[in-house]
Nanobody, 123 residues
Framework: VQLQAFGGGLVQVGGSLRLSCAAS????????MGWFRQAPGKEREFVAA????????YYADSVKGRFTISRDNAKNTVYLQMNSLKPGDTAVYYC?????????????????WGQGTLVTVSS
């Protein structure tokens, strides 16, 4: 399974971005999907996850109410809509897939990872 994340960029505080992650080579519709991020000098952290069906989602407290994860199984793509961005959201964002199809927050749970896309929030 190959995952490619894109949509990152430079945005001002309070702005919005939508990240996309396109999957190929596997059965996307059966995978749980997650977004993680890693800021310079910090460990990779969980951001959001969505069940294979799209029926359940889960968010880190730091992004709850500002970020929305969604998926389009017909397009083999998962999205992360990010609103009200803050400087603390600056990081490389990674998408990941878990074969179980369930929601997961631990990095070690995921089976496949994309290459990451940089989000920079400028004040």
């Amino acid at each position: 399974v190959q995952l490619q994340a894109f949509g990152g960029g430079l945005v001002q505080v309070g702005g919005s971005l939508r990240l996309s992650c396109a999957a190929s080579g596997g059965t996307f519709s059966s995978y749980g999907m997650g977004w993680f991020r890693q800021a310079p000098g910090k460990e990779r952290e969980f951001v959001a996850a969505i069940k294979w069906s799209g029926g359940s989602t889960y968010y880190a407290d730091s992004v709850k109410g500002r970020f929305t994860i969604s998926r389009d199984n017909a397009k083999n793509t998962v999205y992360l809509q990010m609103n009200s961005l803050k400087p603390g959201d600056t990081a490389v964002y990674y998408c990941a897939a878990v074969r179980s199809g369930l929601i997961a927050a631990g990095t070690s749970t995921y089976d496949y990872w994309g290459q990451g896309t940089l989000v920079t929030v400028s004040s």
